[in-house]
């Protein structure tokens, strides 16, 4: 309520002996006006309105209807009161005028005082947004109040019995009636919008009896509400204009206002029809989401981006961010939910495709056989896929540590300079490295270094993906020996052919020599020489010769334990008397391999002898393994000594490679060892020992397949 008008409040003062009908006396009477006062101001406390209006003749009751500046209120047959603070608000704000109806209202049913009540009148002319003015029937003005000259800009008293026409056209143009605030002589009062001067007024019309020398007089207030008009306006243009939903609705689901965008959001035709509709329901897929909201606003009287997923009219959804507040009734019960709603369907598709765009590079990343890297500009890890899992880290474990770290120590230089080179915007491809396992064991691995930029392709940091080599790098060396060992087989079959010739005249010539009876005894023993050293060198021809695969290899199938066993014993006076121990782990659920039994039994004793050539070389006492196990489809068999180790394990299966002194060793005990486990399809291999001394030979032959027992009976060739 804006305001209240209360006529008739002479009641209380020159027509009390009227209204007391003579029967109960004036006392009686003022004691009913004082109740009346009291009642209207207990009313007026609870309604409080901006506006009170009292309308009261008071002719001929000069305190009242002269001029302010002769000592009067400036009111003549009629006065009235604005801002009711003035009147009843606060007596501690207000300088006891505004007491005046708060002892009426509250206190007891002493005389009214009606100094406080002039006070409190003339207060209230001062207030310049309420004018107040008043004309006879001619529509001559007949009082106005200070603020309304004020604002016209002359002395009060120079308006009376201006025509209210004149009054206006001081402003503006002339009105077309005589007082442009009349709208309707019949009625008695009514109230409407009014612009004058530019301002919007809420003009309220009473017509009231003047004293009996005067007729109808009327009173116009005018309210400025300019102000408030322009801000209500203000806040519909923002409601209807703004591009995000807006809504005033109630906790069990109605609308009671929204905008144009939350109607075009919703995919309804009109307001009308979304205010129709039960949010619970039909705006939100289930009810419990609408009481979810519900929950919160009564909690904590406010949502903050709040998502959910709106029905449309459609049916289709809509993607919404709620903020709300929870507006309160008197009682402290939520009465009504207002906020804002931002259609966020767009952000949710682009954040889904997001998603899954970075699902799909995730699995890339993840599932690719390569090793990839992000690192820094400071070569700091920033990012390390799954398949660093399969090398023995950890992804998080890489993150923050250098990627220099990762190479071997002999290779970092090598990395530091393909680092800068992509740093500097290269890209680095093909780059042979040696990482470091997160067992410590050193992979080969070649690696491939892109720079990454940015918008303003400054590089930012680098991507590294490495390919695992190790099998690769290793079959290669594998097959250069091969080759190697090809070439030089043939090379010596070539030379072993032609010696053993000459060599044989040399044997036979030398042998009949001997058996010549007429040979003096001195040259029989030089002719001795002669002879052993032939037969040495034949018997280096005849190894050349079987490294070079040319001896016929019989095929059968064979248990190797008792080979091992054999040829262990062929040494073993030598292994006792030089304290050597030999220790055998032998399987005994070894299958056989199909192969000729003296080839093979030359290629454990070839092993036996150079580890027991090495054992003897240090002071410790001296010890030699034999393993047999199955590993797969292959047998194993392990030499394990405890010597020097090998010093040249590139070089020893070439062919005359020795370290031992000369007339020692020829150097072709590997290589024949060589060329026999290969002629088996099998494979021989050594490394030095990991947890201690001395060097491991491994000799790996194929298994015989157990269904395949009755062909390499037939003494069919299994590879
Ligand atoms: N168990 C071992 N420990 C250390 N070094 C070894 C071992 N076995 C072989 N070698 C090295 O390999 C070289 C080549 O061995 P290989 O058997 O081919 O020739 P050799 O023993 O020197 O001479 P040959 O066997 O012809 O009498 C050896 O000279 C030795 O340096
Ligand atoms: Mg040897």
């Given at each position: 309520?804006?305001?209240?008008?209360?006529?008739?409040?002479?009641?209380?003062?020159?027509?009390?002996?009227?209204?007391?009908?003579?029967?109960?006396?004036?006392?009686?009477?003022?004691?009913?006006?004082?109740?009346?006062?009291?009642?209207?101001?207990?009313?007026?406390?609870?309604?409080?309105?901006?506006?009170?209006?009292?309308?009261?003749?008071?002719?001929?009751?000069?305190?009242?209807?002269?001029?302010?500046?002769?000592?009067?209120?400036?009111?003549?047959?009629?006065?009235?009161?604005?801002?009711?603070?003035?009147?009843?608000?606060?007596?501690?704000?207000?300088?006891?005028?505004?007491?005046?109806?708060?002892?009426?209202?509250?206190?007891?049913?002493?005389?009214?005082?009606?100094?406080?009540?002039?006070?409190?009148?003339?207060?209230?002319?001062?207030?310049?947004?309420?004018?107040?003015?008043?004309?006879?029937?001619?529509?001559?003005?007949?009082?106005?109040?200070?603020?309304?000259?004020?604002?016209?800009?002359?002395?009060?008293?120079?308006?009376?019995?201006?025509?209210?026409?004149?009054?206006?056209?001081?402003?503006?143009?002339?009105?077309?009636?005589?007082?442009?605030?009349?709208?309707?002589?019949?009625?008695?009062?009514?109230?409407?919008?009014?612009?004058?001067?530019?301002?919007?007024?809420?003009?309220?019309?009473?017509?009231?009896?003047?004293?009996?020398?005067?007729?109808?007089?009327?009173?116009?207030?005018?309210?400025?509400?300019?102000?408030?008009?322009?801000?209500?306006?203000?806040?519909?243009?923002?409601?209807?204009?703004?591009?995000?939903?807006?809504?005033?609705?109630?906790?069990?689901?109605?609308?009671?206002?929204?905008?144009?965008?939350?109607?075009?959001?919703?995919?309804?035709?009109?307001?009308?029809?979304?205010?129709?509709?039960?949010?619970?329901?039909?705006?939100?897929?289930?009810?419990?989401?609408?009481?979810?909201?519900?929950?919160?606003?009564?909690?904590?009287?406010?949502?903050?981006?709040?998502?959910?997923?709106?029905?449309?009219?459609?049916?289709?959804?809509?993607?919404?961010?709620?903020?709300?507040?929870?507006?309160?009734?008197?009682?402290?019960?939520?009465?009504?939910?207002?906020?804002?709603?931002?259609?966020?369907?767009?952000?949710?598709?682009?954040?889904?495709?997001?998603?899954?765009?970075?699902?799909?590079?995730?699995?890339?990343?993840?599932?690719?056989?390569?090793?990839?890297?992000?690192?820094?500009?400071?070569?700091?890890?920033?990012?390390?896929?799954?398949?660093?899992?399969?090398?023995?880290?950890?992804?998080?474990?890489?993150?923050?540590?250098?990627?220099?770290?990762?190479?071997?120590?002999?290779?970092?230089?090598?990395?530091?300079?393909?680092?800068?080179?992509?740093?500097?915007?290269?890209?680095?491809?093909?780059?042979?490295?040696?990482?470091?396992?997160?067992?410590?064991?050193?992979?080969?691995?070649?690696?491939?270094?892109?720079?990454?930029?940015?918008?303003?392709?400054?590089?930012?940091?680098?991507?590294?993906v490495m390919t695992d080599v190790t099998d690769a790098a290793s079959l290669q060396s594998k097959l250069m020996h091969a080759e190697k060992m090809a070439a030089v087989g043939q090379l010596v079959s070539g030379v072993a052919h032609e010696v053993n010739n000459p060599l044989t005249a040399i044997l036979g010539f030398a042998d009949l020599l001997m058996e010549n009876p007429e040979l003096p005894e001195s040259a029989r023993k030089d002719m001795r020489v002669i002879l052993q050293e032939a037969q040495r060198t034949k018997q280096i021809v005849q190894n050349l010769l079987s490294f070079a695969r040319q001896m016929p290899p019989q095929r059968k199938a064979l248990q190797l334990n008792p080979i091992l066993r054999r040829t262990v014993q062929l040494r073993s006076y030598d292994f006792q008397s030089h304290g050597v121990e030999v220790i055998e782990h032998l399987d005994q659920e070894l299958p056989s391999v199909i192969g000729d039994s003296h080839q093979l039994q030359q290629v454990f004793l070839n092993i036996l002898n150079n580890a027991y050539d090495a054992v003897g070389e240090t002071g410790r006492p001296a010890r030699i393994e034999i393993m047999t196990a199955r590993k797969g489809n292959s047998v194993e068999i392990l030499f394990r000594d405890n010597g020097p180790g090998i010093s040249h394990p590139d070089r020893i299966f070439d062919p005359f490679f020795t370290t031992k002194?000369?007339?020692?060793?020829?150097?072709?005990?590997?290589?024949?060892?060589?060329?026999?486990?290969?002629?088996?399809?099998?494979?021989?291999?050594?490394?030095?020992?990991?947890?201690?001394?001395?060097?491991?030979?491994?000799?790996?032959?194929?298994?015989?397949?157990?269904?395949?027992?009755?062909?390499?009976?037939?003494?069919?060739?299994?590879?």
């Amino acid at each position: 309520m804006d305001g209240l008008r209360v006529d008739l409040t002479q009641a209380i003062h020159r027509d009390n002996v009227l209204h007391a009908d003579n029967r109960r006396g004036l006392g009686n009477a003022n004691l009913f006006g004082q109740k009346m006062l009291r009642e209207w101001s207990r009313t007026l406390r609870l309604l409080r309105p901006s506006i009170m209006l009292i309308a009261e003749d008071h002719t001929g009751w000069d305190a009242v209807t002269q001029l302010p500046d002769v000592g009067g209120l400036g009111f003549g047959a009629t006065w009235f009161a604005s801002f009711y603070h003035d009147l009843m608000g606060d007596s501690d704000m207000a300088d006891g005028r505004g007491r005046l109806i708060k002892t009426a209202g509250e206190g007891g049913d002493g005389p009214l005082d009606m100094e406080q009540f002039a006070g409190a009148l003339v207060a209230s002319q001062l207030n310049k947004v309420v004018y107040h003015e008043s004309h006879d029937e001619a529509g001559n003005v007949l009082r106005v109040n200070r603020s309304l000259a004020e604002f016209i800009g002359v002395q009060p008293q120079a308006l009376i019995g201006v025509n209210m026409s004149a009054l206006l056209t001081m402003g503006n143009a002339p009105p077309p009636r005589a007082c442009p605030f009349c709208r309707s002589t019949t009625d008695g009062d009514d109230e409407y919008i009014h612009p004058v001067l530019e301002r919007t007024y809420l003009v309220s019309t009473s017509r009231v009896h003047g004293a009996s020398n005067e007729g109808m007089q009327t009173i116009h207030v005018l309210k400025d509400i300019s102000d408030r008009l322009e801000v209500e306006q203000r806040y519909r243009e923002l409601f209807d204009n703004i591009q995000e939903g807006l809504f005033f609705s109630t906790p069990d689901g109605r609308f009671i206002e929204v905008n144009d965008a939350l109607v075009r959001m919703l995919g309804y035709g009109s307001r009308e029809e979304l205010l129709q509709v039960d949010v619970r329901t039909q705006v939100y897929f289930s009810a419990d989401g609408h009481q979810e909201l519900a929950r919160q606003m009564e909690e904590h009287g406010v949502v903050r981006n709040h998502e959910e997923t709106l029905r449309r009219r459609d049916g289709s959804a809509v993607y919404v961010l709620i903020n709300a507040f929870a507006v309160r009734d008197t009682q402290g019960r939520v009465s009504q939910f207002r906020g804002l709603m931002l259609d966020i369907s767009g952000l949710k598709n682009f954040q889904a495709e997001l998603q899954r765009e970075r699902d799909f590079s995730g699995k890339i990343l993840n599932n690719t056989q390569s090793l990839i890297l992000v690192a820094d500009t400071a070569g700091l890890i920033s990012y390390a896929n799954r398949r660093w899992q399969d090398m023995g880290y950890e992804q998080k474990q890489l993150l923050g540590r250098p990627l220099e770290h990762l190479v071997a120590p002999a290779r970092r230089t090598i990395l530091t300079e393909a680092l800068s080179a992509t740093l500097a915007g290269r890209q680095v491809d093909n780059l042979e490295l040696q990482i470091l396992r997160g067992d410590g064991r050193i992979g080969h691995f070649s690696v491939n270094l892109s720079p990454m930029r940015d918008e303003q392709s400054h590089v930012i940091s680098l991507v590294v993906v490495m390919t695992d080599v190790t099998d690769a790098a290793s079959l290669q060396s594998k097959l250069m020996h091969a080759e190697k060992m090809a070439a030089v087989g043939q090379l010596v079959s070539g030379v072993a052919h032609e010696v053993n010739n000459p060599l044989t005249a040399i044997l036979g010539f030398a042998d009949l020599l001997m058996e010549n009876p007429e040979l003096p005894e001195s040259a029989r023993k030089d002719m001795r020489v002669i002879l052993q050293e032939a037969q040495r060198t034949k018997q280096i021809v005849q190894n050349l010769l079987s490294f070079a695969r040319q001896m016929p290899p019989q095929r059968k199938a064979l248990q190797l334990n008792p080979i091992l066993r054999r040829t262990v014993q062929l040494r073993s006076y030598d292994f006792q008397s030089h304290g050597v121990e030999v220790i055998e782990h032998l399987d005994q659920e070894l299958p056989s391999v199909i192969g000729d039994s003296h080839q093979l039994q030359q290629v454990f004793l070839n092993i036996l002898n150079n580890a027991y050539d090495a054992v003897g070389e240090t002071g410790r006492p001296a010890r030699i393994e034999i393993m047999t196990a199955r590993k797969g489809n292959s047998v194993e068999i392990l030499f394990r000594d405890n010597g020097p180790g090998i010093s040249h394990p590139d070089r020893i299966f070439d062919p005359f490679f020795t370290t031992k002194e000369v007339g020692k060793g020829t150097g072709l005990g590997l290589s024949i060892c060589y060329g026999i486990v290969h002629e088996h399809g099998g494979e021989i291999l050594c490394q030095n020992n990991t947890g201690g001394p001395g060097a491991t030979f491994v000799v790996r032959l194929p298994a015989t397949p157990e269904t395949a027992s009755v062909g390499a009976a037939a003494g069919v060739i299994q590879r």
